[in-house]
Every structure is written in structure tokens, then in C-alpha cells.
């Protein structure tokens, strides 16, 4: 079972059952690890705050309605932090809800994939494994945005692969809605809170409950500006002198083009889901489980309409958390996983966009 990583210049896609030394041609190359080493998944888990904030709740002192909320993006509520609540705290929580259902597993690597740091320095990732129990283990962030789980299980994936790491903790936790600005009626009511987990390990085979089988991963920072937080960075800093007063309040709030960040969204992720589809040799037809980032209702059904998988194939929850970032599709799958629409031999297929701009897929068949 090798394993190729084939580069494009859209994008680079691991894929299966290839041949050792081929070349094909002007910027594709293929590389193998020494070892047949599979990565599994084998646990999975989520959380979400209390607060929960409907569309009613939210348009009020917005130039919008819960109707025209609904209809343009899916969604009817998310979940909101309170009383000091912050990513790292999400974190823990969603690392907990792996761990109690992954019990004698020693991990040794935690990611955390996060856009709303608690803090600019250190990274959060070593304090979410100290609060878990995990001991002196290596603990690292990424930044990835929207993309983050996806570019987290591809990194989890080489960790194995090289013998780095033997079982990697891979956590998606945000609190997001502290960087939005409370009276932005374009971005105010899409995102929500919360935390999502996957446990991966270096595995035979046929093991754990997932199999991870192909990748693609992309970006266009030419396009970086279309969503973005601008303060708070070295460039803010620098620009204004070290004068933290005199950076304007809309700085430290996300912005965003709307209508570009669709067409952009929906462009790339046909693209790298098509890209990973026929590495796998798989038809639009013969996926189970289409499982796209939770950014927007519409966005997902044109991926899905112009990839051609069946609009019945695709998972949602956007409904009821929005827009959670890096958190939205390890919930999501949790989610999926704890009701049982997972059987033996389904294919699957992850696909995010976000900030960047980043892009990426990986095909997973369930055991």
C-alpha cells in the first residue's frame, strides 16, 4: 500500500497504488516512503459552547433578518463564548471528548489548528497538552484558517508516515466570534464557536474506523486580502509605529469580500475535490459522504453540483453552529461518526477553503 505524492502546479495530491520512479513530465513528480505505514483514524469528538444565538438574536441591530440569513447562508444559529471562555478552553474540551473514547493510546504529537489564538506568543497547542495529561509531548500550532483541518491531517499524516510520530492529536478550536465585529451584518451572523478532534495513529490496513487515502493542498496569497484580520500582526505594528492607539477598531475585526471569497471558494474546492477524485480513480457517484468545510450552504451545493456528487451525499450541520473554521469538519465527522451514517467501506471526501487563500482535500474510506 505506497504512497505517492504527486506535485502539480495547482496543488500537490498524495494518492495510492502507484508505481515506483515514474516521471510524468514537466512539473509532476511522485515520492515514496521507505515504509508501507497506513494512517488510521481512530477516534473522534467535538464541543461547542452553550450560548446559543439565533438568527432572531442576532439581526437585531443589523440591517439584515433571520430570514435573509437563512437563505443565504443556511444558517439558523451558532454557539457563542462567555464569561472569558477562549480557544485553548474549547480545545481541551474537544481533546477531552477523544481521549475519553480513545483510552491506552499514547500520543505523541498535538496539533492545534486555530485562526483565534488566545494569544499572539506562545503557541496554545503546548498548554492544551499540558491541561490533557499528555506529558512533555511535541505541541504545535497552524494557522490555516478555514483549510486548517484539512492541512493538519495531511501534516499528521507525514508525521506518521516518516516515523516521526506514531499517533498524532489533531484538534480544530476557535473562538472566532471575537474577532468579527459585532455591527458587520456581512460577517457577524456566519460564524460560531467551537472545537472539533481526530486522533490519528500509524496503523495496518483495515484498522481504526478510517483510512486515510489521498491529498490535495493549495493556496493563492496573490488573493490574501479578500479575508482577512489585519491588526495585531508585525505589519500593523511596524506600519503604525508601535502606536497601538492609532490603529483603527475595524482593524482588529475580520473583513471580507463576500461575493469574490464565493466565487473563489467554490472554484478551488471543485477543483482539488476533482483533483483527489481521480487519483482515487473514484466517480462523483461513488462517494457516500461528501464533507465540505461549514463556511456556506450555497457555496457547498455549487461544489457539489459542479464536482456532479449527488446533492443527497453531502453532510450539514452549518445550521446549527455556522461557520466554525478550523473546528467545523472534525465536529462535523464526529458528528456523522456518533449517529452511525458511516458503514464498512463508505467513501469519503473532505474538502475546505479559507483564508490565504487555502484550499485542500483528502479522500478517507471507513472500516
Given at each position: 500500500m505506497l504512497t505517492t505524492l504527486v506535485s502539480l502546479s495547482a496543488g500537490a495530491v498524495h494518492s495510492r497504488n502507484q508505481r515506483l520512479d515514474l516521471r510524468l513530465g514537466a512539473g509532476v513528480r511522485l515520492y515514496w516512503p521507505l515504509e508501507r505505514t497506513v494512517t488510521a483514524l481512530v477516534g473522534l469528538g467535538s464541543w461547542?459552547?452553550?450560548?446559543?444565538?439565533?438568527?432572531?438574536?442576532?439581526?437585531v441591530g443589523l440591517d439584515t433578518s433571520p430570514e435573509w440569513i437563512e437563505a443565504r447562508t443556511g444558517i439558523r444559529e451558532r454557539r457563542f463564548v462567555s464569561d472569558g471562555l477562549s480557544t485553548v478552553d474549547i480545545a481541551v474540551k474537544a481533546g477531552e471528548s477523544v481521549l475519553d473514547r480513545a483510552k491506552g493510546i499514547a500520543i505523541d504529537t498535538l496539533i492545534l489548528a486555530?485562526?483565534?489564538p488566545d494569544r499572539t506568543c506562545p503557541?496554545?497547542?503546548?498548554?492544551v497538552a499540558a491541561r490533557l495529561n499528555l506529558g512533555n509531548i511535541s505541541a504545535f500550532d497552524i494557522t490555516s484558517a478555514c483549510s486548517g483541518f484539512v492541512y493538519g491531517t495531511a501534516i499528521?499524516?507525514?508525521?506518521?508516515?516518516?516515523?516521526?510520530?506514531?499517533?498524532?492529536?489533531?484538534?480544530?478550536?476557535e473562538a472566532f466570534s471575537t474577532f468579527v465585529n459585532p455591527l458587520d451584518r456581512t460577517t457577524r451572523p456566519i460564524f460560531g464557536d467551537g472545537g472539533g478532534a481526530a486522533l490519528f495513529v500509524a496503523d495496518g490496513p483495515g484498522q481504526g474506523f478510517g483510512e486515510l487515502v489521498a491529498f490535495d493542498l493549495g493556496s493563492d496569497g496573490e488573493k490574501a486580502d479578500l479575508l482577512a484580520v489585519d491588526a495585531g500582526g508585525s505589519r500593523q505594528r511596524s506600519r503604525m509605529a508601535h502606536d497601538l492607539a492609532a490603529t483603527p477598531r475595524e482593524d482588529f475585526f475580520l473583513h471580507m469580500d463576500g461575493r469574490a471569497i464565493y466565487t473563489q471558494a467554490v472554484a478551488r474546492m471543485t477543483e482539488s475535490a476533482s483533483r483527489v477524485m481521480a487519483a482515487c480513480n473514484w466517480s462523483p457517484e461513488s462517494i457516500q459522504h461528501f464533507v465540505g468545510h461549514q463556511a456556506n450552504r450555497r457555496i457547498l451545493e455549487a461544489v457539489a453540483y459542479e464536482t456532479g456528487i449527488p446533492p443527497s451525499r453531502m453532510a450539514l450541520n452549518i445550521q446549527?453552529?455556522?461557520n466554525t473554521l478550523a473546528a467545523s469538519i472534525p465536529a462535523l465527522l464526529h458528528e456523522l461518526h456518533e449517529s452511525n451514517a458511516f458503514k464498512a467501506g463508505d467513501r469519503i471526501l473532505v474538502s475546505a477553503f479559507g483564508a490565504g487563500l487555502s484550499w485542500g482535500t483528502?479522500?478517507?474510506?471507513w472500516n
Amino acid at each position: 500500500m505506497l504512497t505517492t505524492l504527486v506535485s502539480l502546479s495547482a496543488g500537490a495530491v498524495h494518492s495510492r497504488n502507484q508505481r515506483l520512479d515514474l516521471r510524468l513530465g514537466a512539473g509532476v513528480r511522485l515520492y515514496w516512503p521507505l515504509e508501507r505505514t497506513v494512517t488510521a483514524l481512530v477516534g473522534l469528538g467535538s464541543w461547542f459552547p452553550s450560548l446559543r444565538i439565533s438568527n432572531e438574536e442576532i439581526s437585531v441591530g443589523l440591517d439584515t433578518s433571520p430570514e435573509w440569513i437563512e437563505a443565504r447562508t443556511g444558517i439558523r444559529e451558532r454557539r457563542f463564548v462567555s464569561d472569558g471562555l477562549s480557544t485553548v478552553d474549547i480545545a481541551v474540551k474537544a481533546g477531552e471528548s477523544v481521549l475519553d473514547r480513545a483510552k491506552g493510546i499514547a500520543i505523541d504529537t498535538l496539533i492545534l489548528a486555530t485562526t483565534s489564538p488566545d494569544r499572539t506568543c506562545p503557541a496554545g497547542a503546548p498548554e492544551v497538552a499540558a491541561r490533557l495529561n499528555l506529558g512533555n509531548i511535541s505541541a504545535f500550532d497552524i494557522t490555516s484558517a478555514c483549510s486548517g483541518f484539512v492541512y493538519g491531517t495531511a501534516i499528521a499524516n507525514g508525521l506518521i508516515r516518516a516515523g516521526t510520530s506514531k499517533a498524532v492529536l489533531l484538534i480544530g478550536a476557535e473562538a472566532f466570534s471575537t474577532f468579527v465585529n459585532p455591527l458587520d451584518r456581512t460577517t457577524r451572523p456566519i460564524f460560531g464557536d467551537g472545537g472539533g478532534a481526530a486522533l490519528f495513529v500509524a496503523d495496518g490496513p483495515g484498522q481504526g474506523f478510517g483510512e486515510l487515502v489521498a491529498f490535495d493542498l493549495g493556496s493563492d496569497g496573490e488573493k490574501a486580502d479578500l479575508l482577512a484580520v489585519d491588526a495585531g500582526g508585525s505589519r500593523q505594528r511596524s506600519r503604525m509605529a508601535h502606536d497601538l492607539a492609532a490603529t483603527p477598531r475595524e482593524d482588529f475585526f475580520l473583513h471580507m469580500d463576500g461575493r469574490a471569497i464565493y466565487t473563489q471558494a467554490v472554484a478551488r474546492m471543485t477543483e482539488s475535490a476533482s483533483r483527489v477524485m481521480a487519483a482515487c480513480n473514484w466517480s462523483p457517484e461513488s462517494i457516500q459522504h461528501f464533507v465540505g468545510h461549514q463556511a456556506n450552504r450555497r457555496i457547498l451545493e455549487a461544489v457539489a453540483y459542479e464536482t456532479g456528487i449527488p446533492p443527497s451525499r453531502m453532510a450539514l450541520n452549518i445550521q446549527h453552529y455556522g461557520n466554525t473554521l478550523a473546528a467545523s469538519i472534525p465536529a462535523l465527522l464526529h458528528e456523522l461518526h456518533e449517529s452511525n451514517a458511516f458503514k464498512a467501506g463508505d467513501r469519503i471526501l473532505v474538502s475546505a477553503f479559507g483564508a490565504g487563500l487555502s484550499w485542500g482535500t483528502f479522500a478517507m474510506i471507513w472500516n
